[in-house]
């Protein structure tokens, strides 16, 4: 099923999910999915639910779905908000295009304005965080195959902004539709039309749409309009959307095909038959995985004793001492540190330690030895306590970042993300490293705390 949006009257947020609503079935004031995909979305981010609400209205003439949002305080920067998304028990899938559609907007503002601290004054107000998870949510219970849109108009005159008046289209909403055509904004004479697309319109455009056109060959299947908050003088302020099946042609052509005895209809169920099945083929895989983590978790072997290795070292280069730990670990020293301390005749030096289990004493006394200058080593029988420890896996930004988790009767009490998939999430995605590692733990605390 391909999503087709008529933006030949400009997007915004409000409007593309009163489109998406109307395009569901949503009725205001009956349960639907207002009360069974945006509003759980929102409180699963932590957002009042009761903050929105459906009204029918009339644009121009044309009845459609008006979507309001009450004020309410927002968030400072995209980075506080992409990580509010991995933080929250929101949908992984639907929290990646949050942040993913929060980072365009945040390049583009950033490319236009120059900012340290990339934010749109937006953000001040819920309303544009609400319409990105509320989209996000509708997109993701809808799952269309495709997204395509109508060239978007953009608008004319200036429009009023915290950067000051700016003429339309604004530069952020130019920046995040590069390359992408444009409808005009007004007929051939008329007063200007004002801003039509907004930044947060032109940024879910631009996440989701990959064709921009006219509307695709094939079957409406159904229809949705969306209305925005102002109201214009030569235009209805709509949004359109159409949900439309390629495979089944229009009935006046069907007819006609039938007319003609021309019957296509096998080559079309065969093709269907190739794709069946497709979305549960890596079932047993995912399946398997899990189960050897488990195995490799319930094979641990029986408690060892353990013992403390330590020396006094003053006189050996940095470079040596590196060297020593290293090959103390290769060869299989528990953890192996170091403290600062002062030695006799007030030289500065450093206290070995090295953590060995009590079989591999003496194979890595020999080692300390070999490797460094010490003469002797300090022997101390040690225990160990050990939290329970799981491994798992987070997504942020679609990428996967692996987490450590220790638990203390049952409770999480730490989570460790791998530093080098963080820092290579973080390249991917153009965010600090900072952002990345609390995004990931955030994300982890939340799936794993129960």
Not at 247 to 262: C, F, G, I, N, S
Not at 300 to 320: K, Q
Not at 360 to 373: C, K
Not at 397 to 416: K, N, P
């Amino acid at each position: 099923m391909i999503l087709y949006l008529d933006c030949a009257n400009g997007v915004s947020g409000d409007m593309m999910v009163a489109a998406l609503l109307d395009l569901a079935g949503a009725v205001p004031d009956r349960k639907g999915p207002l009360e069974q995909v945006v509003r759980p979305a929102l409180k699963a981010a932590g957002i009042d639910p009761r903050l929105v609400r459906l009204e029918l209205t009339t644009s121009a003439g044309v009845e459609a779905l008006a979507f309001k949002v009450a004020d309410a305080p927002g968030f400072a920067t995209f980075d506080e908000l992409i990580m509010a998304m991995y933080a929250s028990r929101v949908d992984e899938q639907v929290a990646d295009v949050v942040a993913a559609v929060a980072r365009r907007m945040a390049a583009a503002e950033s490319e236009v304005h120059g900012t340290a601290t990339p934010h749109l004054h937006e953000l001040s107000g819920i309303d544009t965080a609400v319409d990105l998870i509320s989209t996000a949510a509708l997109m993701h219970h809808l799952a269309p195959e495709q997204v395509a849109a109508s060239p978007p108009a953009l608008g004319d005159g200036v429009v009023h902004t915290a950067h000051g008046e700016l003429p339309v289209p604004a530069p952020a909403v130019t920046e995040l539709l590069r390359d992408v055509p444009a409808a005009e904004a007004t007929g051939a004479a008329g007063p200007p039309a004002g801003e039509l697309t907004t930044p947060t319109g032109a940024a879910l455009l631009a996440h989701f749409v990959r064709d921009f056109g006219p509307p695709p060959a094939g079957a409406v299947t159904a229809t949705g309009c969306g209305a925005g908050a102002r109201v214009l003088l030569n235009r209805a302020n709509v949004l359109r959307a159409m949900l439309i099946d390629p495979t089944r042609e229009p009935e006046r052509k069907a007819e006609m095909a039938r007319d003609l005895e021309h019957d296509n209809a096998g080559e079309e169920a065969a093709g269907e038959d190739a794709t069946a099945g497709e979305e549960e083929s890596s079932v047993g895989q995912d399946e398997a995985g899990i189960d050897s983590d488990a195995a490799a978790v319930d094979g641990a072997g029986a408690p060892e004793s353990y013992v403390l290795l330590e020396t006094n070292i003053d006189d050996m280069s940095p470079e040596l001492f590196a060297h020593a730990a290293d090959v103390l670990r290769e060869a299989g020293a528990v953890d192996v540190w170091a403290t600062p301390a002062y030695m006799k005749k007030g030289r500065p030096g450093m206290v070995l330690h090295v953590l060995a289990a009590s079989i591999a004493r003496d194979r890595l006394a020999a080692t300390l030895f070999a490797e460094t200058s010490t003469f002797g080593l300090r022997v101390l029988p040690v225990g160990r306590l050990y939290a329970d420890e799981r491994r798992e896996t987070v997504h942020i930004a679609g990428r996967d970042i692996a987490v450590r988790l220790s638990f203390v009767d049952g409770r999480l009490v730490t989570v460790s993300p791998e530093f080098e998939d963080v820092r290579s999430v973080a390249s991917a995605v153009g965010r600090p490293v900072k952002v990345v590692y609390e995004a990931a733990q955030a994300a982890a605390r939340n799936r794993f705390s129960g």
